[in-house]
């Protein structure tokens, strides 16, 4: 079964589109680790909110994705712009269109 796992995380006042920035670069190494659906969305009603929807092969490569160097390069640069508030629910994609 493919693991899922959708988030928020808030930003700071004025931070959200440069994060969504760092969250769109550098995509290719996503996919070489098992990620088959990354996407980051915002919502007009919430001017300080990203959320991001994943799917992987697996748990163990959505783990082992966030031991990348890249990865975690990113999350360094991302995490002043925050202001520490996250959801997230994994999730057993079952199908549907894309997959």
């Known amino acids: 079964m493919r693991y899922g796992y959708i988030g928020s995380m808030g930003t700071r006042p004025g931070r959200r589109d440069e994060v969504v920035s760092l969250l769109l670069s550098r995509l290719d190494?996503?996919?070489?680790?098992?990620?088959?659906?990354?996407?980051?969305?915002?919502?007009?009603?919430?001017?300080?909110?990203?959320?991001?929807?994943?799917?992987?092969?697996?748990?163990?490569?959505?783990?082992?994705?966030?031991?990348?160097?890249?990865?975690?390069a990113a999350i360094g640069r991302a995490m002043p712009m925050l202001n520490g508030e996250f959801t997230r629910q994994e999730l057993e994609v079952v199908g549907g269109l894309g997959l």
Do not use: F, M
């Not at 098992?34 to 980051?40: A, F, K, R, S, T």
């Not at 994943?54 to 890249?70: N, T």
């Open 29 to 72: 190494g996503l996919h070489a680790a098992g990620c088959e659906q990354y996407l980051v969305s915002v919502s007009e009603d919430d001017e300080n909110t990203i959320w991001v929807t994943e799917v992987w092969r697996s748990k163990e490569d959505h783990d082992a994705s966030l031991e990348l160097p890249e990865v975690k």
